[in-house]
């Protein structure tokens, strides 16, 4: 079955730091993938996404991310954490042949410390 | 444009009680979803609507979860009679048509539900 594998349950970075969050997926083809934020309070927001092309990926709030097919990953990363980017992030993949459902990782929650 | 809205936030019902969850999609979204997040757990998806007709609902755990989407604009996910393990985090997500390669999905914030 397909899965989603985010390894760091908590990240804990400095403001003005880089960030990678690293997210594996187990899927025979390549899904889509998404990377979705959570504030507190706040409902899931799409950061950006891979269908195919350039496997770098820019999004919104200065993120981006890699595809490595050979590594089955798709990790973000960010150059400069701010404070406002302590939120709960979700890695994201839809398998191409099941339809619209989104299969998540286990979130990785990232505090910013000052 | 008003985003997608859940309701109530939060509800705390015994075990064997029912809660009623209702997710108003953005207006003109024909597709609805479902997903639940147990404690620490990955979100997982429950179900899929379009407009009123279930496409999808290969992740509903079993018959005391009932989801409608009578005229296919708001839905309700009913639960009765509540047991522990279904607490967590119910998510609703809107798109608006669907298909290939993929339809962006638009997320409420989510109901918490403690079941004691």
């Known amino acids: 079955a397909q899965s989603v594998t985010q390894p760091d349950i908590h990240i804990t970075v400095s403001e003005g730091a880089s960030l990678e969050l690293r997210c594996n997926y187990s899927?025979?083809?390549?899904?889509?993938l998404f990377w979705y934020v959570q504030s507190p309070g706040q409902g899931l927001q799409l950061l950006l996404k891979?269908?195919?092309?350039?496997?770098l990926v820019q999004g919104i709030k200065g993120f981006e991310a890699e595809f490595k097919r050979s590594q089955s990953s798709f990790n973000l990363r960010k150059p400069s954490v701010h404070w406002s980017d302590a939120a709960e992030y979700f890695c994201?993949?839809?398998?191409?042949?099941?339809?619209?459902?989104?299969?998540f990782g286990a979130g990785t929650i990232l505090r910013v410390k000052s | 444009e008003a985003g997608v809205t859940q309701f109530p936030s939060h509800s705390v019902i015994e075990k064997g009680q029912t809660v009623t969850l209702r997710c108003d999609p953005i207006?003109?979204?024909?597709?609805l979803y479902w997903y639940r997040r147990v404690m620490g757990k990955e979100i997982k998806f429950l179900l899929h609507f379009v407009k009123e007709s279930k496409q999808d609902e290969s992740g509903m755990p079993n018959n005391r979860f009932l989801a409608e989407r009578t005229g296919g604009t708001y839905s309700t996910l009913k639960v009765q009679p509540a047991e522990l393990e279904d607490s967590g985090v119910y998510f609703c997500?809107?798109?608006?048509?669907?298909?290939?390669?993929?339809?962006?999905?638009?997320f409420g914030p989510g109901t918490r539900l403690t079941v004691t």
């Open positions: 207006s003109g979204h024909d597709n």
């Open positions: 891979y269908f195919s092309g350039d496997t």
């Open positions: 997500a809107s798109s608006s048509i669907g298909g290939i390669p993929f339809d962006e999905q638009y």
């Open positions: 994201a993949v839809a398998p191409t042949e099941y339809g619209n459902k989104l299969v």
């Open positions: 899927y025979g083809a390549t899904p889509y």
